[in-house]
Every structure is written in structure tokens, then in C-alpha cells.
């Protein structure tokens, strides 16, 4: 009796949490690990293969574990990690991933779980990456491969310092169905787990620091920073090369040309081999484009037809489920990934193709292997869901890094570790509006993404998706199912030659600013709340009823969230326009703003109205500001190809910018060869403007020909 008495309180503690402090250690600077129970050996930051940017931490203050992190409980149960991070009660957190319609994200429910967007930010996503950041600057990574429950700042502890005050619904208005809640919960599907605190010390620094733990932000190549047109499904070579010079003749600029499924014996499952009555000679064709400066992006899925070639070999090393009766590749397992990469290899690489558009390795769970599904690698389901869109971005990135040729392509899916992949994500969601606050809320996550353009009904709203994707990470027209051209609407067609061209002007300035992305980790496209300029009580709308916090716990979420305007690189705020819309508001961080396109004064620190006509997306320009721009070209440079520039100032303070250079196409840049040119504006001793640059170091890259100024303000 005794013993049995024993053994049932064995067994009662064994149900009960193991709560307990979390033991942090630093693993480079401002970075810190803790372990709750036994994690995995299977997690994100493994599948990502990431590796520190070292080199790129020494450029950012020294800071101290936050104090929060004593603060931090861990605990399992049935099998189950739970973590529980305090929260004070005026933050504001971002990130969780690629959300389409909100940015602030305190008061949400979220299940981290890979997915095509449905419409709804419900943590199913492309990219539901499970970091998050605080206006407080800090930073959280919960490394886990698992379909992750998030409850950010919901749930009120009974025990809780900062509990709410129960009230009488009956006779006290200010009652709320969501009682204040005081800490970030996550629940973990697994018997332990990593978890990572990123050290500030402001929100922009934590981003920096992840993309930089991550490997550091991509580096395109700069054809892949041009222009491109996605071409209808059933295009033959011949309609391919006279879409090529048709671009060409009409003076629109291209850079590469995506292939959409019917390039392909067979897709849905996928041959991932040339359908010879549409491309008789697939070598012979590439080479024929590659001829006219025109590279070509091969849309393809992973999942393998019975008529592939590679099926037979294939079949061993596939999941026990199919997708549209193609077999799924364990890509966690070396030869898997073998056999796919000699498959791209031997079909495309080989021949030029520069790259890949990799579709459908998000979801929906209706075409998808289900959570039932075995694999070879012993990896679960779940596990394979939340991470193959690393794999195939990593598999696929390989290919090209062993040829020492960057690349630059689409994907459907990505999580955390990915910043340093060559990819940009898409979705066949097509909001503009929430394209937007996708773009924003990728740069909190270390994604990139593009608001493409597909089709229009009418002229106003094909010109204003233009000019969004112009600044973006991509500037791309998806013609697969519309069959559109830049100059489809002839309304504005000139007006879309305009920002095509003045996306090739601004190529310096946008390499730069990947580079940045690269060695400092700073994203090229972000959320005008990391500009240290930035007043959020500016923000405030005229929706919310209460301004009292107690009554309504989650003011901070709804009421000061800017979600329609973005930071693009170091000096550039972009304020989009939308169907209907004559004029808008865009809220300026503190300093002085001038407008880009006249160099004319628009404020400081305040919110506008701005009424720009169909012509113009708004622009605006930080003080001092020094862009990069060069000669309208139709193809991006070349290897070795120098350029003219011509140097563009704003404002009346003096102006210092860092220009970046190296070939544009190979990974020597990792060997050192690269150069940063200094561009400095001043004002001479009777007080007008002059600017110089730095010569290039010896033996270090030097692609400018000539160097031009222009004055945008007039003192």
C-alpha cells in the first residue's frame, strides 16, 4: 500500500510543470540561449544551416542581458514546453512572421503554423516566424520546428503582480471581455525548447542583430534588383524572345524573364524537364536570351511526377503521402537533396538559368501531405510543414553558391534563420492595402517580399500597384494567368515607363542598401517605427472610443498602428497611394522632410495631406540626404561595367553617404572584393553646397565613370 501511495505521487509530480528560471548563455554580442527540458535536435536555426555574421556584430553597441530575462519561466508538461515572457504595460510588440493586415501585434492569438495566407492574420502564413521584438528593445526567438500556439498578452495570471480588477458587467461600462494581461505566453509541442533574447538597444539594433545571427541579409545580384516580367503559362520560346524584344523596342527596361509552369513536360506533380514542343532547344534558347541581356527565373514546385527522370531514384527517399500524385522529396535527408540539386543542375543550371521561382511548399492543408504523413528522415509532418520552404531555399541557394553565381528567385514559404537566402516571397492573395503592411512586417521577421502586380481593371489602380513594386524587393509583373504587359494600359503607359526607368536610376542606391542588409543587418524595406525619429503618439486614430488603458487593455495595438508607409533604405519614406484615393496623410518622423521628386520642404515631425495626382506615388527625403542614381539603362551593369553617376542632395544639413561596389554577380565580395566609396556633401566657406567621393582603394572595385551632382532643395 505504501509503495503504491509512493509511486501515485511519482506520478501526480510527473504531471504537474517543472517551472524553473531560465540559465542564459551569450552566444555572440547582445545575443543570449537559454534551454527549457530537451529540445529537439531538429529546429529552424539547424534546417537554415545559418552561420553568425561575426564581423557585422562589432558595429553595434555593447549592451547586458535585459533585465527581463530573470524574469522568464519555462516549464513541461505532458510532454508540452510552455515559456512565459513579462510584458510591461504600455509595450508594443512586432513581428511573429509575415502578417498581411496588422503590425502591432500585442491582444493577438496566433498559431505559428506554415500556410498559404487565408486572409486573416492568425499566425497561418508564408512565413510564420517565431520572433517577435518590443518597442521596449528587446527581441525574442523561440528556435522550434513546431506548430507554435502564441497568446501575446493574453491570459491573466491569478497570481499575477499586474492582474486585472474583476468588474460587474451588469453596472460598470468600463468591463472588458479581454481583462489586461501582463506577459507573452507560447506554448511548444515538444519536450523542451531553445529560445533566444536579442539586446538592443533600440528595436532597429534587436533587427540587426537577428539578421546578422541569421548569416546576415541577402546580397541579390544586381539583375536580380531590375526589372521583371513573369510570362503566361503556355508561352513557347518563340513568344518568350518576342516579349524579350518587345520590351526592347518599346524602351522598357528587363532583367530577367520567369517561366511559369508550362515551360515543363509536366507540372503539378513536376518533370522539372523542358517540354520540347514549346523549347525544342532549351540550351540554344537560354543562350539566346542571356545574348540579349535577358536571364531567365524557371517557376517549378517539388513534387515529383511519376514521368520525371529522377521518380524511380526518388521514391526511396519520399514522404509515405503524395501532392497532386507527385511524391514529395525528404529534403531533410542528404540524398534527396542530392538527387533534386543534380536534377536542377543537369535540366537548367548547366544550361544558364539564373534562378527559380519554387511554388506551393506552404499550403493549403487540403493539397498538402497531412500531419499524418511519415518520412524517411524520421522528421515529422508537422516539422517538414514548418520547414520546407527552408529547405528548398537552401537546397536550391547551394546550387548556385558551389558555381560562385548569385541568384535571386520567388518562393511561397520561409521561417526564421532564412535572411541570408536569395528569395523574395509571393502569394496569390491580392490586396494591395495589405501588400503593404506584408512589406512592412517583413522587415521585422529577416523575409523579403514583393506586392507584384498581376492584373488591374482599370489604368489608376494598374500605375499605383506600379509604383509600389518599384520600391520594393522585387519590381515584378506576374503575367502567368492575365497575360499583362507594363504598357497594357496605354492611359498610363508613359507614366509606368517613368518608374520602370527610375527603378534602373536608382540601382546604386538600392545595391547599397541590400549591402547594408548583408554586412549590417539592417533591412532595405522596414516599418517606420524602428526610424529613431519616430513619435507613435503621432499616429494616434480617431477610431479608438477609450483612451483610458484600464478600459480598453490593447490601446497600444489599435490605436497607433501605421501599416500603409514604409522606410525604403537608409533616407527614403514611401507612402503608396490606393485605388480611389485623391489624397492621404503620411506621418513624418521627427526631423525635416523634403519631397523627392522637387526637393521642396514638407515638414517635420507632424502628420500631412498629401494630394500628388495619378502621376506620383509620395516620396519624401531625409534632411542631408545623399541618393545614388545613374543612367536610365535598360539592363542592370554588367560585371566590370562602369557607370555614370549622378549624385542627388535634399535638405539644407551637409550629407554623408557610403556607396557599395563589387562585381554584382559572384560571392568574391566574401573574399573581401568590395569597395565602399565615401560621398560627402558640404557647403564651402560661402556657404553653397559641394559634394565629393572617395577614390576606390587600390586593386578594390571601381565601376564609376563619371560623377555628377545635383542640388534637390534650393537654399
Not at 537559454?34 to 536555426?45: A, D, H, K
Not at 524520421?378 to 546550387?399: D, F, H, I
Not at 521628386?597 to 540626404?625: C, H, M, Q, W
Amino acid at each position: 500500500m505504501k509503495k503504491k501511495l509512493i509511486l501515485g505521487a511519482l506520478a501526480l509530480l510527473m504531471l504537474l510543470p517543472a517551472k524553473a528560471q531560465i540559465t542564459w548563455q551569450q552566444v555572440e554580442p547582445g545575443v543570449w540561449k537559454g534551454v527549457v527540458g530537451i529540445p529537439e535536435s531538429y529546429s529552424l536555426l539547424d534546417v537554415s544551416g545559418a552561420t553568425p555574421l561575426k564581423e557585422g556584430f562589432t558595429r553595434l553597441p555593447e549592451v547586458a542581458l535585459p533585465a527581463l530575462a530573470n524574469e522568464i519561466v519555462g516549464a513541461v508538461q505532458d510532454g508540452k514546453t510552455s515559456l512565459r515572457i513579462p510584458l510591461q504595460r504600455k509595450e508594443q510588440l512586432y513581428g511573429f512572421g509575415l502578417n498581411f493586415q496588422t503590425v502591432h501585434q500585442r491582444g493577438k492569438i496566433l498559431n505559428l503554423h506554415v500556410d498559404h495566407y487565408g486572409g486573416k492574420d492568425n499566425g497561418r502564413t508564408h512565413a510564420p516566424v517565431p520572433f517577435y521584438i518590443s518597442n521596449l528593445g528587446y527581441g525574442v526567438l523561440v528556435n522550434s520546428a513546431r506548430y507554435l500556439t502564441v497568446y501575446a498578452s493574453n491570459g491573466a495570471r491569478k497570481d499575477s503582480p499586474n492582474a486585472p480588477i474583476a468588474k460587474d458587467r451588469n453596472t460598470d461600462k468600463t468591463w472588458t471581455a479581454n481583462p489586461y494581461s501582463d506577459a507573452v505566453s507560447i506554448l511548444v509541442p515538444a519536450p523542451g525548447v531553445e529560445i533566444y533574447i536579442f539586446a538592443g538597444p533600440t528595436p532597429m539594433d534587436v533587427v540587426r542583430r537577428y539578421n546578422l545571427f541569421c548569416g546576415g541579409g541577402t546580397l541579390p545580384p544586381r539583375w536580380g534588383l531590375g526589372f521583371t516580367q513573369r510570362t503566361q503559362k503556355l508561352y513557347t520560346a518563340e513568344d518568350v524572345e518576342k516579349e524579350a524584344d518587345e520590351f526592347e523596342r518599346q524602351g522598357y527596361p528587363l532583367d530577367f524573364i520567369g517561366l511559369e509552369p508550362g515551360w515543363q513536360s509536366r507540372a503539378y506533380p513536376c518533370t522539372f524537364e523542358w517540354d520540347k514542343k514549346r523549347f525544342a532547344n532549351p540550351a540554344e534558347f537560354v543562350k539566346d536570351m542571356l545574348d540579349k541581356g535577358v536571364r531567365i527565373n524557371l517557376w517549378t514546385n517539388p513534387y515529383v511526377s511519376p514521368e520525371s527522370g529522377v521518380y524511380k531514384e526518388m521514391v526511396p527517399v519520399s514522404g509515405s503521402h503524395t501532392v497532386w500524385c507527385g511524391i514529395v522529396p525528404d529534403l531533410a535527408g542528404e540524398k534527396a537533396r542530392q538527387l533534386w540539386k543534380d536534377k536542377l543542375e543537369k535540366e537548367h543550371v548547366n544550361i544558364g538559368v539564373s534562378g527559380y521561382k519554387i511554388d506551393e511548399v506552404d499550403g493549403y492543408d487540403r493539397y498538402l501531405w497531412p500531419d499524418v504523413a511519415t518520412f524517411p528522415s524520421g522528421v515529422s509532418a508537422e516539422q517538414m510543414r514548418q520547414t520546407y520552404g527552408l529547405w528548398v531555399q537552401r537546397t536550391t541557394a547551394e546550387l548556385y553558391k558551389e558555381r560562385n553565381q548569385r541568384t535571386f528567385g520567388l518562393v511561397r514559404a520561409s521561417n526564421a534563420g532564412a535572411s541570408s537566402y536569395p528569395y523574395v516571397i509571393y502569394n496569390d492573395y491580392y490586396s494591395h492595402q495589405d501588400f503593404i503592411t506584408a512589406l512592412i512586417n517583413s522587415g521585422f521577421s529577416g523575409v523579403l517580399w514583393t506586392p507584384e502586380v498581376r492584373g488591374s481593371k482599370t489604368g489608376e489602380e494598374w500605375l499605383r500597384r506600379f509604383q509600389s513594386v518599384v520600391f520594393s524587393p522585387m519590381a515584378m509583373i506576374n503575367a502567368w494567368a492575365s497575360g499583362t504587359k507594363p504598357w497594357s494600359f496605354p492611359e498610363v503607359a508613359p507614366q509606368i515607363k517613368e518608374y520602370a526607368l527610375l527603378r534602373m536610376q536608382m540601382m546604386p542606391y538600392w545595391y547599397t542598401e541590400f549591402a547594408r542588409y548583408h554586412f549590417d543587418g539592417i533591412p532595405p524595406f522596414r516599418a517606420i517605427n524602428l526610424e529613431p525619429g519616430f513619435n507613435a503618439e503621432q499616429a494616434v486614430s480617431t477610431e479608438v472610443k477609450s483612451s483610458n488603458l484600464e478600459d480598453n487593455p490593447y490601446l497600444e495595438a489599435i490605436s497607433k498602428e501605421i501599416k500603409d508607409q514604409y522606410m525604403a533604405g537608409e533616407y527614403l519614406l514611401v507612402a503608396p497611394m490606393f485605388v480611389g484615393q485623391k489624397e492621404r496623410t503620411v506621418v513624418l518622423p521627427q526631423g525635416n522632410w523634403y519631397d523627392f521628386y522637387t526637393g521642396k520642404y514638407v515638414g517635420n515631425g507632424e502628420r500631412i495631406t498629401v494630394s500628388p495626382g495619378l502621376d506620383r506615388i509620395p516620396v519624401f527625403v531625409k534632411d542631408g540626404a545623399v541618393i545614388p542614381f545613374m543612367e536610365a539603362m535598360l539592363h542592370a551593369p554588367k560585371a566590370g561595367q562602369k557607370v555614370n553617376l549622378e549624385i542627388r542632395h535634399y535638405g539644407k544639413a551637409d550629407g554623408v553617404y557610403r556607396l557599395y561596389d563589387d562585381d554584382g554577380e559572384t560571392f568574391d565580395y566574401e573574399k573581401g572584393a568590395y569597395s565602399w566609396r565615401d560621398i560627402k556633401v558640404t557647403r564651402d566657406k560661402k556657404g553653397r553646397l559641394k559634394g565629393s567621393i572617395s577614390k576606390a582603394e587600390k586593386g578594390k572595385p571601381d565601376n564609376i565613370a563619371t560623377v555628377s551632382w545635383k542640388f534637390m532643395t534650393v537654399n
